[in-house]
């Protein structure tokens, strides 16, 4: 729970909180209280919460109960993992020191003043089993294991974790002996908070979670889990998802379409392992059809090992439709799978889809970037003329890994495009090679014209990764521009330098301490004092 407050907001509580509280200043603190309530903020914000709590001691009961609804109505905006922030909240102190007082040194018989607001009791004893006093916690949690409106099982399930066991037990018992009476659409949104105070490692409650999952696999809840597991809560769904494969162990074909469909990465991997439990020659077909057009990688990446099922297929003949897979991890599952089954020529392979194949070009050249050598550098120069950006930031990649140091002009002449992905693939080339870089070649695109931001940003980052000596002539070289923006980075590109100068003990030569002093002499006063120090001690 991220939530900030608004200054309007907080100005009226320092207002509040001005007031002091006695029988003269009553009604001003009535109305000034009764205004700040009015307002959206206070009903849909729950960072306002630990504020609105002092309020609940106020004299009126109309305030009372005013505040009560505000409370109730911003708890609606909290995501259920939300609420252990919420409790951290309720429970520490904060920056306003005095404004919670009230509520801080609230005492366990002191709850017995708020029995009489029946609507909002479970709100009431919820918020204090949150209280700092562990009796205060210990009366509430009693109180709320006295109700039966559902409402109350959230707070239990907060206070099953407490650091005082007494408070845990009593929490985990009302909860387990809720279990029978409720149906399981009353813990089902509970299970991502269940499961994150088992995280904690603080108490076990492999038990609690066995009687709860043993409830919720009743195939009435069937539908009520389906509908969760689009949830946005991740744990939610992986757990939903998890409960129906063990409720439909027979009829699993949908559920394991459902699983696939799912955004969820963890989700699908649970389609797939039950697909591996159920597989067998005749439905292997069936399964492989199915992986093999899913959209996504992360499914479609167990297509080659589920072919090794299917026996009325040319395995090498599928397989090799996996090589010119978008992926990479799939391209190099499919060549595992193929060297198995005795085939190894993927570089002719790769080349004669280079030529034939328009539609997998983009495919074809990282596969030869995966298995080709620099003699395949050649083949790929004529592909970087065209149109396709995507293809063209692919050519620049596989150059890089085939031939860094034989395409450095090339690179040179791309790292100035007014395209950012070209650009930066071409910087990630030259990075490769920084070491036989000419800089003059760099400082011929610094001194043109125009230059776009992305293209100063990637020069920049050459810079820094040129041997050591070498990258701080230029940082204090690029002084000589005369741009307060420059200096600005130049000045921070120097401060790093120096914090990470004892990484390399490699001395300065002579015609390098040379140009340090030139380039420092003549731009000193651009750079700050304190890094002044350190580069005159280095060059003394």
Same mark, same amino acid.
């Given at each position: 729970?991220?939530?900030?407050?608004?200054?309007?907001?907080? *100005?009226?509580?320092?207002?509040?909180? @001005?007031?002091?509280?006695?029988?003269?200043?009553?009604?001003?603190?009535? !109305?000034?209280?009764?205004? /700040?309530?009015?307002?959206?903020?206070?009903?849909?914000?729950?960072?306002?919460?630990?504020?609105?709590?002092?309020?609940?001691?106020?004299?009126?009961?109309?305030?009372?109960?005013?505040? $009560?609804?505000?409370? *109730?109505? %911003?708890?609606?905006?909290?995501?259920?993992?939300?609420?252990?922030?919420?409790?951290?909240?309720?429970?520490?102190?904060?920056?306003?020191? !005095?404004?919670?007082?009230?509520?801080?040194? /609230?005492?366990?018989?002191?709850?017995?003043? #708020?029995?009489?607001?029946?609507?909002?009791?479970?709100?009431?004893?919820?918020?204090?089993?949150?209280?700092?006093?562990?009796?205060?916690?210990?009366?509430?949690?009693?109180?709320?294991?006295? &109700?039966?409106?559902?409402?109350?099982?959230?707070?239990?399930?907060?206070?099953?974790?407490?650091?005082?066991?007494?408070?845990?037990?009593?929490?985990?018992?009302?909860?387990?002996?809720?279990?029978?009476?409720?149906?399981?659409?009353?813990?089902?949104?509970?299970?991502?908070?269940?499961?994150?105070?088992?995280?904690?490692?603080?108490?076990?409650?492999?038990?609690?979670?066995?009687?709860?999952?043993?409830?919720?696999?009743?195939?009435?809840?069937?539908?009520?889990?389906?509908?969760?597991?689009? *949830?946005?809560?991740?744990?939610?769904?992986?757990?939903?998802?998890?409960?129906?494969?063990?409720?439909?162990?027979?009829?699993?074909?949908?559920?394991?379409?459902?699983?696939?469909?799912?955004?969820?990465?963890?989700?699908?991997?649970?389609?797939?392992?039950?697909?591996?439990?159920?597989?067998?020659?005749?439905? %292997?077909?069936?399964?492989?059809?199915?992986?093999?057009?899913?959209?996504?990688? *992360?499914?479609?990446?167990?297509?080659?090992?589920? &072919?090794?099922?299917?026996?009325?297929?040319?395995?090498?003949?599928?397989?090799?439709?996996?090589?010119?897979?978008?992926?990479?991890?799939?391209?190099?599952?499919?060549?595992?799978?193929?060297?198995?089954?005795?085939?190894?020529? #993927?570089?002719?392979?790769?080349?004669?889809?280079?030529?034939?194949?328009?539609?997998?070009?983009?495919?074809?050249?990282?596969?030869?970037?995966?298995?080709?050598?620099?003699?395949?550098?050649?083949?790929?120069?004529?592909?970087?003329?065209?149109?396709?950006?995507?293809?063209?930031?692919?050519?620049?990649?596989?150059?890089?890994?085939?031939?860094?140091?034989?395409?450095?002009? &090339?690179?040179?002449?791309?790292?100035?495009?007014? $395209?950012?992905?070209?650009?930066?693939?071409?910087?990630?080339?030259?990075?490769?090679?920084?070491?036989?870089?000419?800089?003059?070649?760099?400082?011929?695109?610094?001194?043109?014209?125009?230059?776009?931001?992305?293209?100063?940003?990637?020069?920049?980052?050459?810079?820094?990764?040129?041997?050591?000596?070498? @990258?701080?002539?230029?940082?204090?070289? $690029?002084?000589?521009?005369?741009?307060?923006?420059? !200096?600005?980075?130049?000045?921070?590109?120097?401060?790093?330098?120096?914090?990470?100068?004892?990484?390399?003990?490699?001395?300065?030569?002579?015609?390098?301490?040379?140009?340090?002093?030139?380039?420092?002499?003549?731009?000193?006063?651009?750079?700050?004092?304190?890094?002044?120090?350190?580069?005159?001690?280095?060059?003394?």
């Amino acid at each position: 729970m991220k939530l900030e407050i608004s200054e309007f907001i907080l *100005s009226k509580l320092k207002y509040i909180e @001005s007031i002091p509280n006695n029988r003269f200043t009553r009604i001003r603190r009535y !109305n000034a209280i009764n205004n /700040l309530l009015e307002e959206e903020e206070c009903k849909t914000n729950p960072a306002l919460i630990k504020y609105l709590l002092e309020f609940i001691f106020f004299e009126e009961d109309y305030i009372i109960e005013k505040t $009560l609804k505000c409370i *109730s109505d %911003a708890l609606e905006n909290l995501e259920i993992i939300d609420w252990i922030s919420l409790s951290e909240d309720v429970k520490n102190s904060d920056y306003y020191g !005095n404004s919670r007082k009230m509520w801080f040194s /609230l005492e366990a018989d002191g709850l017995n003043e #708020f029995k009489k607001f029946h609507k909002y009791k479970y709100l009431i004893f919820g918020l204090a089993s949150l209280h700092r006093n562990g009796y205060v916690r210990e009366r509430a949690v009693m109180e709320l294991g006295g &109700l039966n409106t559902g409402k109350e099982l959230l707070y239990l399930t907060l206070r099953i974790n407490d650091w005082v066991e007494e408070i845990a037990k009593l929490s985990e018992k009302y909860l387990t002996n809720r279990i029978s009476f409720y149906s399981g659409n009353s813990f089902i949104e509970l299970l991502p908070l269940i499961y994150h105070m088992g995280l904690g490692g603080r108490r076990n409650h492999s038990k609690l979670m066995e009687k709860i999952e043993i409830t919720l696999k009743n195939k009435q809840n069937i539908n009520m889990l389906e509908y969760y597991v689009d *949830s946005g809560d991740r744990y939610l769904r992986r757990a939903c998802y998890e409960l129906i494969c063990d409720i439909n162990r027979n009829s699993y074909i949908p559920v394991i379409n459902m699983g696939l469909k799912n955004p969820d990465t963890v989700v699908q991997r649970r389609a797939i392992k039950l697909i591996f439990s159920k597989i067998n020659e005749a439905n %292997a077909n069936s399964f492989y059809i199915l992986i093999k057009s899913e959209k996504r990688s *992360s499914v479609r990446r167990y297509a080659p090992y589920i &072919l090794g099922y299917c026996k009325n297929l040319d395995v090498i003949e599928e397989l090799k439709g996996f090589l010119l897979d978008n992926n990479k991890s799939i391209r190099e599952k499919a060549r595992y799978y193929l060297r198995k089954e005795g085939y190894s020529d #993927f570089i002719s392979f790769y080349r004669e889809a280079l030529y034939n194949n328009e539609k997998s070009i983009y495919a074809a050249i990282f596969g030869i970037g995966e298995v080709g050598t620099r003699e395949d550098a050649v083949i790929l120069e004529k592909y970087f003329d065209i149109k396709d950006i995507k293809i063209r930031k692919a050519v620049l990649s596989v150059l890089r890994k085939l031939d860094g140091e034989g395409y450095q002009d &090339l690179f040179l002449k791309n790292l100035s495009s007014i $395209l950012p992905g070209i650009s930066k693939e071409a910087r990630k080339a030259l990075e490769v090679s920084i070491s036989t870089i000419d800089e003059e070649k760099l400082w011929q695109i610094i001194k043109l014209d125009i230059i776009p931001e992305h293209v100063f940003q990637n020069i920049l980052y050459l810079f820094r990764k040129m041997p050591k000596w070498m @990258s701080i002539i230029q940082f204090l070289r $690029l002084l000589k521009l005369n741009n307060d923006q420059v !200096n600005e980075l130049v000045n921070c590109e120097l401060l790093d330098w120096i914090y990470a100068f004892n990484r390399s003990f490699t001395k300065p030569s002579e015609q390098e301490i040379s140009l340090i002093k030139e380039y420092y002499g003549t731009n000193k006063n651009k750079i700050d004092e304190q890094i002044q120090k350190h580069i005159e001690e280095l060059i003394k």
